[in-house]
Every structure is written in C-alpha cells, then in structure tokens.
C-alpha cells in the first residue's frame, strides 16, 4: 500500500504539469469564463493550490479559521500561479518532513465555509485535500478536450513518487 506521503508526491506532480500545460497556454484560454466550478481553468488550479495550503497549513494546525485566501484576480498571469504554486508546495514538504506519521492519525476539528463543523484526522485532511484535487484535475482535462488540448499525463505509472518522478 502507499502512504499519504506518497500520495501527496503524486498529487503535486500532477499537478505541477497541469500548471505549466496551462502557463503555455494563452492567456485568453485560461482566463476565459468557462461557466466551470470556479468559471477560468485559472481558478479551477488556484482552488486545487489553495486548498492544500488551507488543509496543510491552516487545518491540521488548527487554524482554519485564520486562512485569508489572496483573492485570485490578484494573479494576473500564470508565473504569479507557479510561484504560489511552489511557495504551498515548499510549506506541504516542510509539513509532511517534520511530522511524525504516527501524528496523522490525530483529530482535528474545522468549520467549512457553509459553518458545518468537521472532525477529521490528518490524514483525512490530507487525503480531502488530494480527492479534491482529483475532482478539479477531471474538470480540467474536459475543459482542456473542449479546446482540442491534450491534457498533461497524470497517470500514476507517469507520476510515481516511488521512481523518482
């Protein structure tokens, strides 16, 4: 079996080759109202990308209610993205290298933003935070086919944390 570590490899893998597909896109393309989930194939990956840091930095440290999200017209290219991009991922690699995994089975309680009160344990949170990805990554490739884009390789036997990739 894997661990969530490994899961989480995975995920920002994936993920990474999603927002560089998207930063050689034209603007126009990720910009464009796409009546989505989060409307531009932009936020779809700022909601992925803010999600980890709310779950990662904020949640499991019992925090949650302290997370400011920047506001994503803010981002007014896809390097600004990246460089969030990377400044999560640095903070998810430092968690995930100074906690214990015996940690992960510890509770944590959180209110969504609909006020409903959650407790979950961190691995929970983590693994929330990857299934939600999974969700925005599907939406993504859609988006991508109705361009006539061939979305990034996001197979596990392209991205295993297990090789190195």
């Not at 600004?80 to 991922?89: D, G």
């Not at 214990?100 to 409903?116: A, C, D, K, N, Q």
Request: hydrophobic fraction near 40%; include cysteine.
């Amino acid at each position: 079996m894997f661990s969530i570590q490994e899961l989480n490899r995975y995920s920002s893998s994936v993920r990474r080759k999603f927002a560089e597909k998207l930063a050689a896109l034209p603007a126009e393309a990720v910009d464009r109202n796409r009546e989505a989930s989060f409307h531009t194939m932009k936020n779809i990956l700022l909601h992925m990308i803010d999600n980890e840091d709310w779950m990662v930095n904020y949640v499991v440290n019992g925090k949650s209610q302290e997370y400011q999200r920047r506001k994503w017209d803010e981002y007014t290219d896809m390097k600004m993205v990246i460089e969030h991009l990377a400044e999560v991922e640095e903070a998810t690699k430092a968690f995930m290298a100074r906690t214990p995994p015996e940690s992960f089975t510890s509770l944590v309680s959180f209110r969504t933003s609909r006020g409903i009160e959650i407790e979950l344990s961190v691995e929970e949170c983590l693994l929330q935070s990857f299934t939600e990805q999974l969700y925005h990554l599907g939406e993504l490739i859609a988006l991508m086919w109705q361009d006539n884009l061939e979305p990034p390789a996001m197979q596990w036997f392209f991205n295993n944390p297990r090789k190195g990739s």
